[in-house]
Structures are given as C-alpha cells and as structure tokens.
C-alpha cells in the first residue's frame, strides 16, 4: 500500500494540464477510491490503505485533505467557488520535484483513472462512481471492503450476472 | 443484466440488497422480461422442496438459492417500457407468504405503476447509475 501523499502527488502530477482546475478534495477522493477498485479488481489490494465509507454523496472519506494539508511543501490546498455557488477544496502541486514512491502496478491503476476521469465532466464522473459495484451494492452510511467487493464481483462475472446474453437469432 | 436500482420493505431485514446483479436470461426477471407480466404463488414451504423448485422452473442454483436473504413465496415482475416499447425495467413485488396478494388486482396496480416508473426512469437515465459502464470503463 502507498502513501496517501504519494498517491495525491501522483494525481496531482499526472492529470492533464489544461484539466488540473477540475483537481477538488471530492474528484481526488473518488479517484482514489477509483484507483483502489481498480486495483482490487486486479487482485493487487487497495493503493491507498483508506478504510472507504459510503457517505450520503458515495465514497467519501477526509483522510485525502488531511493528508493534502499536513504537507505543505508538498501540496498547495485553496478554496473556489464551485458552478452552484459552494466552496470547493482545491489541490495544486506546490514541489513539482517531488519523486512519488509508488509500485508500477499502483501507478498503472492510477494512470488508468486518470484516463478515465479526465474525459468527463462532474455528473458523469459522479456517475461512473456510482455504478461501481462497491457503491451499487452496499447500503449508505456503511464501510466498504473493497477486497470483498471485488471476490464478490468475480463470483458475478463467473456466474454470467454481468456479461450480456447471447443476441435472439433472427427470424 | 439487471441491476437493482432500488430494494423497499416495511421490514430492514429484507430490505437489504442481497443480490445486486441478475442476470437477464434466467429467473423470474427473464420470464417477465420476454413476455410482459410473470406471476409465481407456488413456491413450496419446505426449503429443500423449494430449493428444487428454483432449480427446475428458474434454473438456479442450490448455491444461489442459499444465498437468498429473502425466500419469496410469492413473486410478481412487470416489465417496464419506453415510449418504444423497448424494455427498460423491471418491477419485482415478492411476499414471504403465499396468496399474500391477488394476482388481477397486484397485475392492475402494477401495470399503472409501470408507466409512472417508466416517465421517472426516462427523465432521469442519465443520472442512474450504470453498472455495465463501470465495466466497460476496467471498473
């Protein structure tokens, strides 16, 4: 498991330059959600060692902005007012030369959501995370073992749950 | 594949999500799904009797039939269509007691609410979530 400063940094480093605005305390702590399902799916554990809840806006937890805080020289964590009017925590990279300590299969999952969220916008990015078999599946306000999820996902799979029928033959 | 968007009961116990994900070609949701409208109050009391009748009308498992955290003796599904008439939903009533609702009067009651769902599922499908897009996206 990495270091959440690492992962942070990483996220920071990575996403596109014309999209790092998008870079809030919510779309880094979804993404590092992401990149834990990810990873779990992998059978390769979380990234992070986040013990993930599902809050009344899906997976949420503080641990990212304490972590973005205690690291000033690393991390720069502002305010801005979002599209509806409410503060929104933002994250910047303040020491572009730090070196993130993480593995090549941590880094990869993360590379592979940066993919995916940098191409969308905040309802479908929101969207996504919803549909992740962790949220889709538990109850609100409960602890999510993503390990689990992921053994339970592959039970799924295997038992055809989640791969389409086969097409009806024409007439 | 069928998702359970939403799991409601007066009991906490059974309104738990047990299984999330079904599959769409077996079961009483594939029943409902092919042809409209599927009704079952003959499920036997006795669990092995049970656990057999699931196998042999529904095809699941004894495996999966132990999984259930509800052992519905009565299930009624209405599929739910677009303005196509494509299907786009399902509406699962089950009791724990058999005859627990009559079958013309739980058919009229859920054939209107079919079509309330229906406006309510096309207004918001873009907002929904979509468990077969997190998969095509590796999640």
Redesign the interface.
Known sequence: MANLKDIIAYILQNYPSNMKHELSNARVTKMIY?AD??NC?QSKGQVSDIEWYFDNFGPFVWDVKKAAEEFPEIFDVGSEKNMYGSTKTIFQIKDDSFKPDLTNSEKKSID?IIG?SSKKYW?NFI??V????P?????RYSYLNLGEKAAEYRE?KD???????PSPSKP | ?V?CLVRKSYNTKLE??GR??????EGCIAKAWEQDWHFDNCFPENDLENAAYHKSKYGISKK?FNQLTMRSKLIAVKKVVDKNDRPIALIVVESTKSNAFVEANLKSALTIAATDCANLLMVWK??????????D???
């Open positions: 992401l399902w990810r799916l592979h995916v309802d969207k996504l919803y549909s992740t078999h949220i889709a599946s538990s109850e799924l038992a055809q749950c989640l791969t389409p029928p | 594949m998702f738990k999500k999330t994900f079904f599959a769409d070609h999966t873009d907002h929904l979530p979509t468990p077969s897009a997190a998969q996206e590796g999640l």
